[in-house]
Nanobody
Framework: QVQLQESGPGLVKPSQTLSLACAVS??????????WNWIRQPPGKGLEWIGV???????YSNPSLKSRTSISRDTSNNQFSLQLSSVTPEDTAVYYC??????????WGQGTQVVVSS
Protein backbone atom coordinates (compact mmCIF):
# COMPACT_ATOMS: atom_id res chain seq x y z
CA GLN A 1 0.00 0.00 0.00
CA VAL A 2 1.44 3.33 -1.07
CA GLN A 3 1.08 6.26 1.29
CA LEU A 4 2.08 9.90 0.97
CA GLN A 5 2.27 12.29 3.90
CA GLU A 6 2.86 16.02 3.65
CA SER A 7 4.63 17.93 6.40
CA GLY A 8 5.64 21.51 6.97
CA PRO A 9 4.71 24.71 8.78
CA GLY A 10 1.09 25.69 8.77
CA LEU A 11 1.86 29.40 8.92
CA VAL A 12 4.37 31.32 6.81
CA LYS A 13 5.00 35.05 6.78
CA PRO A 14 4.78 37.04 3.56
CA SER A 15 8.04 37.24 1.57
CA GLN A 16 9.38 34.10 3.25
CA THR A 17 9.96 30.71 1.65
CA LEU A 18 7.43 27.94 2.11
CA SER A 19 9.04 24.52 2.54
CA LEU A 20 7.06 21.29 2.47
CA ALA A 21 8.10 17.67 2.40
CA CYS A 22 6.24 14.58 1.23
CA ALA A 23 7.24 11.30 2.84
CA VAL A 24 6.47 8.26 0.70
CA SER A 25 6.03 4.68 1.88
CA UNK A 26 5.24 1.53 -0.02
CA UNK A 27 7.23 2.37 -3.17
CA UNK A 28 10.61 3.91 -3.92
CA UNK A 29 10.36 7.37 -5.44
CA UNK A 30 13.08 6.44 -7.95
CA UNK A 31 11.01 3.52 -9.21
CA UNK A 32 10.14 3.47 -12.92
CA UNK A 33 7.88 5.17 -14.04
CA UNK A 34 6.28 7.12 -11.22
CA UNK A 35 6.26 10.87 -11.02
CA TRP A 36 5.79 12.90 -7.87
CA ASN A 37 3.70 16.03 -7.92
CA TRP A 38 2.75 19.02 -5.83
CA ILE A 39 -0.76 20.43 -6.22
CA ARG A 40 -2.58 23.07 -4.21
CA GLN A 41 -6.11 24.29 -3.69
CA PRO A 42 -6.66 27.85 -2.52
CA PRO A 43 -9.81 28.48 -0.49
CA GLY A 44 -12.88 28.55 -2.71
CA LYS A 45 -10.89 27.70 -5.85
CA GLY A 46 -9.98 24.66 -7.88
CA LEU A 47 -6.85 22.55 -7.89
CA GLU A 48 -3.66 24.11 -9.24
CA TRP A 49 -0.73 21.99 -10.35
CA ILE A 50 2.54 23.34 -8.95
CA GLY A 51 5.14 20.98 -10.33
CA VAL A 52 6.60 17.50 -10.56
CA UNK A 53 9.80 15.57 -10.04
CA UNK A 54 10.10 12.48 -12.16
CA UNK A 55 11.39 9.02 -11.33
CA UNK A 56 14.67 10.04 -13.00
CA UNK A 57 15.03 13.22 -10.95
CA UNK A 58 14.01 15.81 -13.53
CA UNK A 59 11.72 18.58 -12.29
CA TYR A 60 9.17 20.73 -14.05
CA SER A 61 6.99 23.54 -12.73
CA ASN A 62 3.85 25.43 -13.61
CA PRO A 63 5.02 28.38 -15.72
CA SER A 64 3.02 30.75 -13.54
CA LEU A 65 5.00 29.65 -10.48
CA LYS A 66 8.26 28.55 -12.07
CA SER A 67 10.36 31.51 -10.97
CA ARG A 68 9.46 30.84 -7.32
CA THR A 69 9.36 27.03 -7.27
CA SER A 70 11.99 24.45 -6.49
CA ILE A 71 11.21 20.73 -6.29
CA SER A 72 13.82 18.25 -5.09
CA ARG A 73 14.05 14.72 -3.78
CA ASP A 74 15.92 12.73 -1.16
CA THR A 75 16.03 9.16 -2.36
CA SER A 76 17.79 7.91 0.77
CA ASN A 77 14.84 9.04 2.90
CA ASN A 78 12.30 8.39 0.13
CA GLN A 79 10.79 11.82 0.17
CA PHE A 80 10.46 14.82 -2.07
CA SER A 81 10.14 18.48 -1.25
CA LEU A 82 8.70 21.77 -2.41
CA GLN A 83 10.12 25.22 -1.83
CA LEU A 84 8.03 28.22 -2.85
CA SER A 85 9.78 31.54 -2.38
CA SER A 86 8.50 35.06 -1.85
CA VAL A 87 5.09 33.90 -0.71
CA THR A 88 2.09 36.21 -0.50
CA PRO A 89 -1.37 35.67 1.01
CA GLU A 90 -2.43 34.40 -2.44
CA ASP A 91 -0.29 31.32 -1.75
CA THR A 92 -2.60 30.33 1.10
CA ALA A 93 -3.94 26.91 0.19
CA VAL A 94 -4.16 23.26 1.03
CA TYR A 95 -1.04 21.68 -0.45
CA TYR A 96 -1.10 18.08 -1.67
CA CYS A 97 1.56 15.68 -2.87
CA UNK A 98 0.51 13.01 -5.34
CA UNK A 99 1.85 10.13 -7.40
CA UNK A 100 1.09 9.54 -11.07
CA UNK A 101 2.40 7.32 -13.81
CA UNK A 102 2.00 9.57 -16.81
CA UNK A 103 -1.57 8.54 -17.50
CA UNK A 104 -3.33 8.25 -14.15
CA UNK A 105 -3.28 9.82 -10.73
CA UNK A 106 -2.57 6.97 -8.35
CA UNK A 107 -2.22 8.21 -4.80
CA TRP A 108 -2.63 11.48 -2.91
CA GLY A 109 -1.56 12.69 0.47
CA GLN A 110 -4.21 13.98 2.83
CA GLY A 111 -3.11 17.56 2.27
CA THR A 112 -1.65 20.18 4.57
CA GLN A 113 -3.08 23.64 5.16
CA VAL A 114 -0.68 26.53 4.70
CA VAL A 115 -1.63 30.07 5.61
CA VAL A 116 0.48 33.02 4.54
CA SER A 117 -0.04 35.84 7.00
CA SER A 118 1.94 38.26 9.09
Amino acid sequence: QVQLQESGPGLVKPSQTLSLACAVSGVRIASNYYNWNWIRQPPGKGLEWIGVITYSGSSYSNPSLKSRTSISRDTSNNQFSLQLSSVTPEDTAVYYCARENGSSWLDWGQGTQVVVSS
